[in-house]
Nanobody, 119 residues
């Protein structure tokens, strides 16, 4: 059974930091490209960051570049998103996503974790 379980969301003040975690199970994690997406109320889901299977050359949305870092631990089947200097516009539900690097149509979503940036 495939599972992606996000954690680490919450309420944080502007300028603060959060570290999101995603625990994966039920598939061969090391062969999946891992991403974080977010969806704010009334907006479409958007890519925040993506990390390839090797863990190198991650890419980021322009809106978070320089403030967020995605990382993965293939041994632990975990992916993380470190978010710093948070802004109110970062408020959204953050989703973990996995896509098979060798079978593009095979992909999975987590249930999401709420991040609220507010004073």
């Amino acid at each position: 059974q495939v599972q992606l379980v996000e954690s680490g969301g919450g309420l944080v003040q502007p300028g603060g930091s959060l570290r999101l975690s995603c625990a994966a199970s039920g598939f061969t994690f090391s062969t999946y490209i891992m991403s974080w997406y977010r969806q704010a109320p009334g907006k479409e889901r958007e890519l925040v960051a993506r990390i390839p299977i090797t863990g190198s050359s991650a890419n980021y949305a322009d809106s978070v570049k320089g403030r967020c870092t995605i990382s993965r631990d293939n041994a632990k089947k975990m992916v993380y998103l470190q978010m710093n200097s948070l802004k109110s516009e970062d408020t959204a539900v953050y989703y973990c996503h996995a896509r098979n690097a060798m079978a593009w149509a095979q992909n999975y979503w987590g249930q999401g974790t709420q991040v609220t940036v507010s004073s």
